[in-house]
T-cell receptor, first 115, second 111 residues
Framework: EPEVTQTPSHQVTQMGQEVILRCVPI?????FYWYRQILGQKVEFLVS????????KSEIFDDQFSVERPDGSNFTLKIRSTKLEDSAMYFC?????????????FGPGTRLTVL | AQSVTQPDIHITVSEGASLELRCNYS??????LFWYVQSPGQGLQLLLK??????LVQGIKGFEAEFKRSQSSFNLRKPSVHWSDAAEYFC?????????FGQGTTLQVKP
């Protein structure tokens, strides 16, 4: 069964450093998402992406964040200058359609620790 | 503001016992509703979803959920829990594509 993969599984970085989290969505999916979960808090939507453009973003997704689909398979989330409060589990998801009811398939997550 | 609430942070049940996990939503109109499960080291896996029609939805792994509009609820149930059901369960809602999640319920299963 196709699945979404994410690398690395755990990333440790120093405050102020740039990080890139990578995701490989399911191959025929067209819509891509990033969510995050700070320890002990809810899973929160960050951004959705379609046709090489951001479709929607949350208030969390400020200028420090960017997303890119650099080739036909990868979908990346970049944090330019990490802060302590960026420490969280980051989930990538993909779906074939962007309809509200379409199933989003999630990757296993990348745990980001900012020291 | 749109929100999803799971009142129970942690639930413990005995193996073989029945299970009900609660979920309430607050939306202007009835959203699409989902239940996801996350086992350690795994991604979020969809158990079931509700769009419209029959208010009792069947999902994978023997789970079902009932939509009750009057109570703004979408509770997840399973008649007999197995030890492998121990995991974290997330209720989520959507009416635009992005998912809004509840805070999750951790299920522990006693032998």
């Amino acid at each position: 069964e196709p699945e979404v993969t994410q690398t690395p599984s755990h990333q440790v970085t120093q405050m102020g450093q740039e990080v890139i989290l990578r995701c490989v969505p399911i191959s025929n999916h067209l819509y891509f998402y990033w969510y995050r979960q700070i320890l002990g808090q809810k899973v929160e939507f960050l951004v959705s992406f379609y046709n090489n453009e951001i479709s929607e973003k949350s208030e969390i997704f400020d200028d420090q964040f960017s997303v890119e689909r650099p080739d036909g398979s990868n979908f990346t989330l970049k944090i330019r200058s990490t802060k302590l409060e960026d420490s969280a589990m980051y989930f990538c998801a993909s779906s074939y359609d962007r309809a509200a009811g379409d199933t989003q398939y999630f990757g296993p997550g990348t745990r980001l620790t900012v020291l | 503001a749109q929100s999803v609430t799971q009142p129970d942070i942690h639930i413990t049940v005995s193996e073989g016992a029945s299970l009900e996990l609660r979920c309430n939503y607050s939306y202007g109109a009835t959203p699409y509703l989902f239940w996801y499960v996350q086992s350690p080291g795994q991604g979020l896996q969809l158990l079931l979803k509700y769009f419209s029609g029959d208010t009792l939805v069947q999902g994978i792994k023997g789970f079902e959920a009932e939509f009750k509009r009057s109570q703004s609820s979408f509770n997840l149930r399973k008649p007999s829990v197995h030890w492998s059901d121990a995991a974290e369960y997330f209720c989520a809602a959507s009416n635009t594509g992005k998912l809004i999640f509840g805070q999750g319920t951790t299920l522990q299963v006693k032998p």
